[in-house]
């Protein structure tokens, strides 16, 4: 299976993962939040607060720059992990410390330089956040990641 391959399918396991997650834990937490709220605050980074006055079409710009993202990370640690047996072998570890590099990359590097501009979540929001990041977005993305990467030829 080529890397390209496995960056591929890591990254839409990912996607969809944290799609899955965060669509429902965080409507369940804020129960104001709605899902067409939570994904057109996603669009935010790139249409400013007119987002909120998009409709569908704006949660859908949302879902796709989340599942682009979600794309170019999974490449990335598809490569990364491909160029170390030990992050395969530690894939639990591996994904862990990928979620949480994940999350503050996000907070850190994208939101601050889109049209959200620097946040600071509260004590809830960053534990759901991590939480999210780690068990599910990380580790699950590193064991597709692993399998993908041991198919290899």
């Known amino acids: 299976m080529s890397i390209a391959r496995a960056g591929l399918m890591t990254g839409l396991a990912g996607g969809a993962l944290d799609f899955a997650a965060a669509s429902t834990i965080y409507p369940l937490a804020y129960p104001s939040l709605t899902f067409m709220r939570l994904w057109q605050?996603?669009?935010?980074?790139?249409?400013?607060?007119?987002?909120?006055?998009g409709g569908a079409g704006s949660a859908l710009l949302g879902?796709?720059?989340?599942?682009?993202?979600?794309?170019?990370a999974g490449f990335v640690?598809?490569?990364?992990?491909?160029?170390?047996?030990?992050?395969?072998?530690?894939?639990?570890?591996?994904?862990?410390?990928?979620?949480?590099?994940?999350?503050?990359?996000?907070?850190?590097?994208?939101?601050?330089?889109?049209?959200?501009?620097l946040q600071h979540p509260d004590a809830k929001s960053l534990a759901i956040g991590l939480g999210i990041h780690i068990f599910?977005?990380?580790?699950?993305?590193?064991?597709?990641?692993?399998?993908?990467?041991?198919?290899?030829g």
Request: proline share 1%; charged share 10%; glycine share 8%.
């Open 136 to 152: 599910i977005f990380g580790i699950g993305s590193a064991f597709v990641a692993r399998r993908y990467l041991s198919q290899r």
């Open 41 to 53: 605050s996603v669009a935010v980074g790139v249409l400013g607060k007119a987002s909120y006055d």
């Open 63 to 72: 879902i796709a720059l989340h599942f682009f993202i979600a794309l170019c």
């Open 77 to 117: 640690f598809a490569v990364v992990m491909s160029r170390a047996a030990l992050f395969q072998r530690l894939w639990l570890v591996s994904g862990a410390v990928y979620g949480v590099s994940m999350y503050f990359f996000m907070q850190k590097i994208v939101l601050p330089l889109s049209k959200v501009g």
